[in-house]
């Protein structure tokens, strides 16, 4: 196995790798780095978002939000193109219905799988937003229909079809080439 060094990597994945090794997340209360533990692309985009990042890339506020956002390809390549993360979870497994309107402390289910689960938040949503969907002629196993009714008759992305996220780690030899190359 030959070492890894940040001559390898493309300046979008060097940009990115030290961004993640520097961010301190806290947005979500956490007081440690993300370098130090597993995380998903969506919490590593919200980060990258609200956090300025300038000092780390050299880059104007806009140019930095341009390249640093991520895509799980662009992870998925940085792991098995690179070896600069490690996938500590494959995700796309335990798919599920999410409700983004639900508020769990009002006790309404915010995630469902069973046409049961189904019919409970459709039911939630029609109190919620006082309107009527008209399910008579879906089929409530069947996710895709479900959403399109209730988002078709709400003229919005209420219901959205989720699964658990990849989880990534920066690998130990990736954190030590940019504690010591960059």
């Not at 599920?96 to 039911?123: H, Y």
């Not at 919005?156 to 989880?167: A, D, H, N, Y």
């Amino acid at each position: 196995m030959t070492s890894l060094t940040a001559d390898d990597w493309t300046d979008k994945r060097t940009k990115l790798a030290e961004a993640i090794e520097t961010l301190e997340d806290e947005f979500t209360g956490e007081d440690h780095r993300f370098g130090d533990r597993e995380f998903c692309r969506r919490q590593l985009n919200v980060v990258l978002y609200k956090k300025d990042m300038s000092e780390v890339t050299d880059e104007e506020d806009q140019e930095e939000e341009e390249n640093l956002q991520t895509t799980t390809d662009l992870l998925n390549k940085m792991t098995d193109e690179d070896d600069i993360l490690n996938r500590t979870r494959q995700g796309g497994t335990s798919a599920f219905v999410l409700d983004t309107g639900a508020d769990e402390e009002r006790g309404e289910q915010v995630t469902g799988v069973t046409p049961s689960d189904l019919r409970t938040m459709v039911a939630q949503v029609e109190e919620r937003r006082e309107v009527h969907i008209d399910t008579s002629d879906v089929d409530l196993g069947d996710w895709n229909e479900v959403a399109d009714a209730v988002n078709e008759a709400l003229k919005e992305r209420v219901f959205i079809i989720q699964s658990e996220p990849s989880l990534f780690r920066l690998t130990e030899e990736a954190r030590k080439v940019i504690r010591e190359e960059l």
